[in-house]
Every structure is written in structure tokens, then in C-alpha cells.
């Protein structure tokens, strides 16, 4: 069966040699002015205090105490105590030249039951952060939903349940109301395919439902929910910022023949155009129809399809698929041609960013972009000189900035880049296993190391060049 975990063991041996495993275009060095450096992380990754301040339970919470579900038991309990760290946080950043920072709002911790009674406490967690932000000159993209739903909802159906849209919404003009005098960049979602097919077409994620209409019922709501939102907050708060981010990635077939051919045409409709296409085109594409619409409400596509002022884009890598008659959506995970991998397994592959943002310059009107992550995880050790030295990092994240610089210079509407991550992190069901961040955090002390690459990328956004 597909997993996120077979995904990654399929792509490969983890190497840990950084290379550049695609020909950069054109890099000319200097990136514009007004462009945005800086890094993202999601509430659930970083904040612990699970049970603090009134915070209510996630569906995080709840799968990652099932046992077996998260690599060693781990739990995102403490995390990286950013809660009460949050200040030498904003602080590492700023030392960093950071002018953007995402972050996400936990919506259990805003509203404990989701719907109905606001947690004071909650809210006000995110607003001296905002104003730590402010006072930092870093400037808040906040993200409405990184994955943590209140437990309350999913068990009233969660992403099953059509009444989402209008608790989204509720939630969302909340939030706005107390934070939208000084944040001006609004994410409504993060990841949706991710949240669809792991937490419930495949199942690894939570809440770790599976099967194909389960799949297409939690992507369809999502997008409704999205679409709500961004209408709400547009007509309440026509001064914001409001956009998603989507993980988008270039899909290619494993062989030349015409059904891993299909195979690829279907799984880019699965993973990137249901989410791209009703949002920014207003339908679905033609090949999973028969799949949506069954789902489709009277009016959906027309609370779906919404104008956006900017898109955040997820890379990581491509994805090669071949036609497995047996996969959910007839596909499985192909191999890749690469010859580089990060620990997670996943092909380094920089040109895959380029094609990515040239193909919303081509198809998609060429709106605003933020790649909103971008980054890898690597073996990671503290030296005995209390050093972390991720050449290996270094070099990922040049190969990919001179992508991003190459779409610019071919008139891509990139305006920033936010790494993944600021900090190590509870990687999802690879719990504290994976370290993703250009800050090193020692969990059993939560002291910060900041890492080689961190000192790198902070050359590179007060510089605006790529050293
Ligand atoms: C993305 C998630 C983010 C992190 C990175 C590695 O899919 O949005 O939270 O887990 O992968």
C-alpha cells in the first residue's frame, strides 16, 4: 500500500552528499529589494504546551498518544517549548535579517471545542507574538490551519462534515478580529492534498481515515472551507492580505508508456489541480469528475473559486509515478532519476522548483507567490565545538534559491522565501526523528544551536545575494 512512509523509502537510499543534481539556469546573484526572507513552522511542530492556558485537544494530540503511531512514542506534549520560548524565537530571526515569518495559529487553542467559546488565553498567546514580530521589523504571514482540527470537530465528522466550511470561517473571523489590525498576510490553509490523502485517503496521518471517497471528501471540504473563509475575512476585512498554501509538485511518469503516462496525468489531477484548479479556475479537473461530483454541493464551486491575493508553495522534490491498477487512484510511487536524497528519503531536485513556479506564471496568471517551505532534513550532529555544520543544507538551499532567482529573472511573480524551518521539529510521525530546522534544538535542554545554514541564509537576506 501507499504510505507517506513507502513514498519515502521508495524514492531511495538516504545520501547524505550535497551536490546539485540539476543544472541551475541562469544565476545572477542580487534578488530584489522588496523580496522576503525568513522561515516558517506550524503550532503544532513547535509550541507544546498542550494542556496549558486552556488550550483543547487536537486530533494531533490524539494520534500522536496512539501507540505505534509516531516514531518513538513522540508526542508534540513540549515540542519546542516555543510557547514559552517565543521570544528568543522572534529573536533568532531577527539576528537572522528575517523580514517574513509564517507561522500558524493553533485553532484548539483559540476555540478548545471549535466552535463557540473563545479561549482569552489562546488569543492572546498570538498577539504578543505579533507584536514581538512587529517590534522585531519581521512581518507575520499567519496560517489558519496546519493540521491540528480541535478533537471536538472530528468527532462531529471533521473534514467529513459539510458544516466545516462555516466553523472554518467562524474561526477564521475570529482570529481576524483580534489580529487583523497588524497582520496583514492571511493563510487560509496549509497543505490540503497532504491533509487529504495521509490523514484520510492512506491513513499514517491523523485522524488516519482511509479510502478514495474518504480522500475526495476531505479535499472537497477543505477547499469549500478555504473558499468560506476567504470570503468572510474578504468581506468583513477588505484591508488583508488573504491567500493558501498549497504543496505543488511536478509530476513526472516513471517510463514513457502511455499508462504511466495516465498514470502521471492522474495523480498531478489528484495531488496538485484539485486544489489549484477550483481555487484559482473554478472547476475540477475533468479526470476525477466522477469522483467529485457525487460531493458537489448546489453553488460549491462558486464558494471555492475565490481571488486570492497571493500563493504560498510548498517544495520539496517532484514526484515520478507509474500505473499500479492495485493503487487507490491506479498509480504508485515510481523512482526517481535523482542521485541525491535527504534523510527523509526524498530526491533533491532544485529544477522541480523552477518548473513549479514557471508553471503558475504560465497557467495560473502569474499571481503573487511566496514559496512558503522549502528545505530538507539531514543528519544533523553538535560538534564538540558546539557546532552544526550541514554543508549538506547549505548547499540544498543554495541550489534552490538559484531556482527561485532563475524563475524571477524569467518574470516569475516570486516575492519571498521562507525556509522549513526555523527550528527542529516534531515531524509528524517521524516525530523528533527528522530535523528539518537551520536551528538545532536540543530537546532534553531546549537550548538553540543555530546551525551553519543559518548563518548562511542570514548572509544571504542581508545581502540579497547568494554567497
Ligand atoms: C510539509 C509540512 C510541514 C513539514 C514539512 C517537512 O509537508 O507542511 O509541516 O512537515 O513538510
Known amino acids: 500500500m501507499l504510505t507517506r512512509r513507502t513514498f519515502l523509502a521508495s524514492a531511495g537510499a538516504t545520501a547524505l552528499v550535497p551536490a546539485v543534481t540539476d543544472t541551475a539556469t541562469a544565476a545572477a546573484p542580487s534578488f530584489p529589494e522588496a523580496f522576503l526572507w525568513g522561515a516558517s513552522t506550524a503550532a503544532y511542530q513547535i509550541e507544546g504546551a ?3 492556558d486552556g488550550r483543547g485537544p487536537s486530533i494531533w ?50 476555540l478548545p471545542e471549535g466552535t463557540g467559546r ?27 490551519y496546519h493540521w491540528d482540527l480541535p478533537q471536538a470537530l472530528q468527532d462531529r465528522g471533521g473534514w467529513h462534515n459539510r458544516d466545516i466550511a462555516g466553523w472554518f470561517a467562524d474561526y477564521a473571523g475570529i482570529v481576524a478580529d483580534r489580529l487583523g489590525d497588524r497582520v496583514a498576510d492571511w493563510a487560509m490553509l496549509n497543505e490540503p492534498s497532504v491533509v487529504a490523502l495521509f490523514g484520510h485517503g492512506l491513513g499514517g496521518h ?15 471540504l477543505q477547499n469549500l472551507a478555504q473558499g468560506a473563509a476567504l470570503a468572510r475575512l474578504r468581506s468583513t ?5 488573504l491567500g493558501t498554501v498549497l ?55 462558486g464558494i471555492i473559486h475565490q481571488p486570492i491575493d497571493f500563493l504560498g508553495v510548498n517544495y520539496y ?25 535527504t534523510a527523509m528519503g526524498w530526491p533533491v531536485e532544485p529544477r522541480g522548483l523552477y518548473e513549479q513556479l514557471d508553471e503558475i506564471r504560465r497557467h495560473y496568471g502569474n499571481i503573487p507567490v511566496y514559496v512558503t517551505e522549502n528545505g530538507a532534513a539531514y543528519q544533523d550532529v553538535v560538534t564538540a565545538s558546539d557546532r552544526v555544520e550541514d554543508a549538506d543544507r547549505v548547499a540544498f538551499l543554495r541550489d534552490h534559491l538559484k531556482m527561485v532567482h532563475a524563475a524571477i529573472s524569467e ?12 527550528l527542529d521539529n516534531f515531524e509528524w510521525a517521524f516525530g523528533y526523528s527528522k530535523r528539518f530546522g537551520v536551528v538545532y534544538v536540543d530537546y532534553p535542554t531546549q537550548r538553540r544551536i543555530p546551525k551553519q545554514s543559518y548563518h548562511w541564509l542570514a548572509e544571504v537576506a542581508r545581502t540579497r545575494r547568494l554567497a
Open 50 to 52: 498542550a494542556r496549558e
Open 317 to 341: 522534490s517532484r514526484m515520478v509515478v507509474r500505473a499500479d491498477p492495485h493503487g487507490m487512484f491506479g498509480t504508485a510511487w515510481g523512482k526517481s532519476s535523482a542521485t541525491h536524497y
Open 411 to 422: 518574470g516569475c511573480n516570486v516575492k519571498g522565501y521562507l525556509v522549513w524551518s526555523l
Open 118 to 144: 473563545v479561549n482569552p488565553k489562546g488569543l492572546a498567546f498570538y498577539d504578543r507574538l505579533v507584536d514581538g514580530l512587529l517590534a522585531a521589523k519581521i512581518r507575520p504571514f499567519l496560517c489558519l
Open 61 to 110: 494530540d490524539t494520534f500522536s498518544h496512539t501507540p505505534g503511531a509516531v516514531t518513538n512514542g513522540d508526542t508534540g506534549d513540549v515540542a519546542c517549548d516555543h510557547y514559552h520560548r517565543w521570544r528568543g524565537d522572534v529573536d533568532l530571526m531577527r539576528r537572522a535579517c528575517f523580514s517574513a515569518y509564517r507561522f500558524s495559529v493553533s485553532w484548539p487553542r483559540v
Open 206 to 220: 491523523a485522524p488516519n481515515l482511509k479510502g478514495r471517497a474518504s480522500f475526495f471528501l476531505a479535499l472537497h
Open 247 to 301: 504543496n505543488l509538485q511536478p509530476v513526472r511518469p516513471e517510463s514513457d508508456s502511455p499508462a504511466d503516462h495516465q498514470a502521471a496525468v492522474m495523480w498531478d489531477a489528484v495531488w496538485n489541480r484539485s486544489c489549484i484548479d477550483p481555487l484559482l479556475k473554478g472547476s475540477y479537473p475533468d479526470i476525477v469528475k466522477g469522483d467529485i461530483e457525487p460531493i458537489l454541493g448546489h453553488g460549491d464551486l
Open 237 to 241: 476585512r477588505p484591508d488583508l492580505r
